[in-house]
């Protein structure tokens, strides 16, 4: 099991950066991918980026390609997103959610463990 505290929400304004950050924890020694979904009010749940064990090879939605970064401590659990150039169109609930294995799918639906979210708000 892998339970998922993400932080880092808050108001910005449009142009601006914010980094969210995803602490995890296991309960058994396996390698689990990591990711990022957003989900905007009356909108469904999407995805954003994610990463797998290794750290390498991220990949990302096409509307955050270039402003947005993932990364990942294995060291100290944690997966990061770094959003830069942020519009107002960013604004949602994002959520960190985790999957043991080694292959990286941006398939919501692969995904098994997940964070109660943080509210990102973009200000125009």
């Known amino acids: 099991q892998v339970q998922l505290v993400e932080s880092g929400g808050r108001l910005v304004q449009a142009g601006g950066s914010l980094r969210l950050s995803c602490a995890a924890s296991t309960t058994t020694f396996r390698p689990y991918a990591m990711g990022w979904f957003r989900q905007a009010p009356g909108k469904e749940r999407e995805f954003v980026a994610a990463i797998d064990w290794s750290g390498g090879s991220p990949v990302y939605a096409d509307s955050v390609k270039g402003r947005f970064t993932i990364s990942r401590d294995k060291a100290k659990s944690t997966v990061s997103l770094q959003m830069n150039s942020l519009q107002w169109s960013d604004t949602a609930t994002y959520y960190c959610?985790?999957?043991?294995?080694?292959?990286?799918?941006?398939?919501?639906?692969?995904?098994?463990?997940w964070g109660q979210g943080t509210q990102v708000t973009v200000s125009s």
């Open positions: 959610a985790a999957y043991y294995g080694l292959e990286l799918t941006t398939n919501q639906y692969q995904y098994r463990y």
